[in-house]
Structures are given as C-alpha cells and as structure tokens.
C-alpha cells in the first residue's frame, strides 16, 4: 500500500507539477534546493493551496480529486503539519496547546495515553507554561507532541530543526528518530542538512524546479544520486542494536545481524537501535584482511559494481550478504587492486569516522 499524490499549480515564473508515491510507513525525506517547491507541495498536500490539478490518497482516504470534485478542507485531513517555527497559541499554556487538537477528535479517537505522551517528550514539567517562557527545543518538542495527539493520518515535518541551536538540535534528534515507530505515523521530512536525512529516512523523493526527479529507498540513491551526495560524497547506512559496552575504552558494539561493528565515543546503551551514516570516502579496501592495523572496523566483502569515474575517483559498491558497503577510491587503487564486479575483498573503516 501507498500513499499517492498528484498536484500542478502554475505562477507567473513558476510552475509545480509532482506526482509521486510515497510509503505508508516509515519517513520519507522530501529533499531539494531552495526554491524548488517543497513549501509549496507540503501546502498543497495540507489543503492550504489551491491548484489546477489535485490527487491525494492518504490511507485510503481520499484527501484530493480535482476530477470528481472531492476537496477534504484543511482543518478535516487530519494532517499533522509542524514547521521550522513552533507556530504555538501564545495565550495558551502548553497543556492547553498540546490539548487543542486532541479535544477536536472524536471521543471514540481520545484513546492515547496522553500522560505518557508528556513524558515521551520531556514535558511534564512544563505543562503550565507559556511558549514565550520556553526555548525553542521545548518549543518543538510541544508542537510535536500536539500534532501526534491529534491523531494525524500523515505527519509533515518541515526543517523542524532548522531554527535550532547545535545543542537544541542534539536534544530534539532522538524523539525525532522514534515517532514514525512508536506512533505508526508516515511521516514526510524536509530538511536541507543532508545528515539529517541520512539518518532519519527510510525513502526519499528528490525534487528540482517544481518537479521530482528522482524517488525510491534512501539506502539506494545515497550511493550516487547527484542531489544527495554533492554535499557529502557517496555514503552509505548501517544500522544495528547495542549488544556490548566497553565503558573503559568508549567503545560500544552494534550488532548488525550478520556481522558487529565497533562504534568509539560517545556511550551508547545496551539494546539501543542505531543507525550510522558512514561516508564512503572514509572505506579504504584491501586483498588481504590486516592483522596489525589500529583501524577496529575490518569487514569480508563482494564487489557488485564498479561505478564510472568521476573526478580521478571511482564508487566501489560492495556487499556483505545483504548490506551495502560503498568505497571511494582512486583510479590507481582500481587497477593495482584489479578490482571489479565478483573481487572479494575487505573494507575497513575506522569507529571515528562513524557519524551517529
């Protein structure tokens, strides 16, 4: 099942014209420059715009179609809609904004254990005041947890980190990484820091000039898609459970179903779920596994593909049963290595270079 879209709206040096299909679980990143017209789409898709042409199928409801004349009005689609700024009622106490919504829902709806929604999002102490008297990370904090009580079919989030802070970034990342799993809620996801997007998405949906361009697993198109990797290269995503903690070394151990990987640093906890981004210029490869070596992450590969060179540099893409591992190396390397589609090989990568 998905989650369907279909809108055209035209300006004078503009125009918008997007069809696509999104998953009915998980985050889909929205992703594309500025100007491109993601705000424009997200307002579509909330009912805040009106177009020539319109198609919404949200959980098999019926949002859109332009053809048949069915219009859902904003405030009946049930979609959750928090922006960069936490757009909340400045008369209203938290308690009061984070029950605005939920008080609209039917009765039979009002099921949610609301006292354990304040404290999954830290705000049990903060019920009884006002958004002037919080940071902006509380902020958001409270208009997440205001859109999820009002029972959204579909969840857009647009660049609610950007206004953040580095350390207010840090604090409201986690609850970001949970909502779409703890309240089987699809969420879209728009953002600008490429990051952020491999380590929230699941898919993705590339657009440029009003159009998209591209759409499909985000562990796929991080390879080489020229939208996501200009920032950051290539990159690949592994993901894992904390099995082992050396507190003394800093070191934890992520299970990665069939094989482990060594993470320094920061001390993760035991059963955590993680998700790493690893940069593929940071993956060398070798014909021999290293005995002596002060790199901790050293993993049996099969080449699948060798990509065309770009830059004096080619994309190695490899595999380990069914994980992708990808390596940027040098013409040089490819022919001293001789490697091609079938070598098999071991990719190594140090914990450091491990972006949590």
């Known amino acids: 099942m998905s989650i369907e879209f279909n809108y055209k709206k035209s300006y ?39 177009t020539e042409q319109a198609y919404a199928k949200v959980c098999n ?101 950007s206004a953040l802070d580095y350390a207010s970034k840090q604090d409201l990342f986690p609850y970001l990484q949970t909502i779409h799993k703890e309240f089987s809620i699809p969420v879209i996801y728009v953002s600008h820091d490429i990051k952020e997007v491999l380590q929230l998405g699941d898919s993705i949906v590339l657009m440029e000039n009003g159009k998209i361009v591209d759409s499909g697993d985000l562990v796929d198109l991080c390879v080489t898609q020229p939208l996501l990797t200009e920032q950051e290269g290539a990159s690949f995503i592994l993901e894992g459970e ?32 993680v998700r790493v981004l690893v940069h593929a210029r940071d993956v060398s490869l070798t014909l021999d596994k290293a005995e002596h070596s002060s790199i901790l992450n050293i993993l049996p590969v099969e080449v699948s593909k060798v990509h065309q060179e770009k ?20 013409i040089r390397s490819l022919h001293k290595l001789n490697i091609k589609a079938g070598s098999k090989l071991f990719a190594q990568f140090k914990a450091t270079a491990l972006v949590k």
């Open 12 to 50: 004078p040096n503009f125009t918008l014209d997007c069809e696509f299909s999104i998953p009915e679980k998980g985050v889909t990143i929205l992703f594309g420059p500025s100007g491109c017209g993601k705000s424009t789409l997200l307002n579509c898709i909330a009912g805040l715009e009106k």
């Open 311 to 330: 830059n004096g540099k080619h994309i190695i893409e490899c595999c380990l049963e069914k994980t992708k591992i990808i390596s940027m190396i040098s």
């Open 242 to 273: 904390v099995s082992d903690i050396n507190e003394q070394e800093k070191i934890s151990t992520v299970n990665c179903q069939n094989f482990d990987l060594l993470l320094s640093g920061n001390i993760l906890e035991k059963k955590q779920h």
């Open 61 to 161: 409801v019926i949002l859109d179609d332009k053809k048949n004349k069915i219009r859902v009005a904003a405030n009946e689609r049930r979609v959750g809609y928090v922006f960069q700024e936490s757009r909340l009622f400045p008369h209203k106490t938290v308690l009061e904004n984070l029950l605005y919504g939920y008080m609209r829902i039917s009765k039979s709806e009002q099921n949610l254990d609301i006292i354990e929604i304040f404290k999954k999002f830290s705000l049990q102490n903060l019920l009884h005041a006002y958004p002037h008297q919080l940071s902006g990370g509380q902020k958001q904090r409270v208009a997440l947890a205001r859109a999820i009580l009002s029972r959204p079919r579909l969840l857009i989030l647009d660049e609610p980190l």
